[in-house]
């Protein structure tokens, strides 16, 4: 996995999935699948809060839920759907997107997918309690295990 960053406004993660781009689309958008991953290290995404109008201009949004069972809502709009290869979207608590999200699947040899995710409009907050950036680390590292990838 690679980690950039583009003058404290932009995180880019670069991981290569020993799974097809369409399965990693469906991670993406499969209201049951992102329940499993789809929070940082330490909470949960119980599935009855995942919802997904997966269209241009639809809605998304999920809660995740830490051991106190304090409940952190989120969500965001579609912007661009190109199934499998782009998903781009808002994203941040409801009414307040904060940033934009694209993740972008490419095929690669051996049914393997190059994944490119980007969060644009948010600023480098790692080491904070509340880390955005670290939160969305800790959610690609989940998505690694959720796609049954232990090593690297």
Do not use: C, N, Q
């Amino acid at each position: 996995m690679s980690v950039s960053a583009a003058g404290g406004r932009e995180l880019e993660i670069s991981r290569t999935f020993d799974a097809s781009p369409e399965r990693l689309w469906k991670a993406w958008t499969d209201p049951v699948v992102m329940a499993r991953w789809l929070h940082p290290h330490g909470l949960h995404t119980p599935e009855e809060t995942v919802a997904v109008d997966l269209r241009v201009g639809g809605a998304f949004r999920f809660s995740m839920v830490d051991t106190d069972g304090v409940s952190f809502a989120s969500g965001g709009e579609y912007l661009e759907l190109r199934e499998p290869e782009v998903l781009r979207f808002t994203w941040g608590a409801p009414g307040a997107p904060v940033a934009e999200i694209e993740v972008r699947l490419a095929p690669l040899h051996g049914g393997r997918t190059a994944m490119t995710f980007r969060l644009r409009g948010a600023a480098d907050d790692t080491g904070r309690d509340d880390s955005v950036w670290t939160g969305w680390r800790e959610a690609i590292a989940e998505l690694r295990i959720e796609m049954g990838e232990t090593h690297g």
